[in-house]
């Protein structure tokens, strides 16, 4: 098993910035791709960002050239930074370590933005 924790939410105003860490621990997959989903209100679940083992980066096109995700391996820890952000970027955010036999997930952190 593989354990997820989030930390980092919050409100804050739009234009602002955030950071979500997730940490993972237990049966880590050296090999695993770990990042960021986030699902709205009303709204199925998508991409935000992952991140490789090897560091290669796919981000949703919503979010491209605001947030940027990174990873410790030293820490098992991935990084979210968020800029400029914006009221549409509200939502649950869950941290995935993904591997080959599955996904599993975090419990989900709240970002809302808002003035």
């Known amino acids: 098993q593989v354990q997820l924790v989030e930390s980092g939410g919050g409100l804050v105003q739009p234009g602002g910035s955030l950071r979500l860490s997730c940490a993972a621990s237990?049966?880590?997959?050296?090999?695993?791709?770990m990042g960021w989903y986030r699902q709205a209100p009303g709204k199925e679940r998508e991409l935000a960002a992952v991140?490789?083992?090897?560091?290669?980066?796919n981000y949703a096109d919503s979010v491209k050239g605001r947030f940027t995700i990174s990873g410790d391996n030293a820490k098992n820890t991935v990084y979210l930074q968020m800029n400029g952000l914006k009221p549409e970027d509200t939502a649950v955010y869950y941290c995935?370590?993904?591997?080959?036999?599955?996904?599993?997930w975090g419990q989900g952190t709240q970002v809302t933005v808002s003035s």
């Open positions: 995935i370590h993904r591997i080959v036999t599955g996904d599993y």
């Open positions: 991140i490789s083992s090897f560091g290669s980066t």
């Open positions: 237990g049966s880590i997959f050296r090999f695993a791709t």
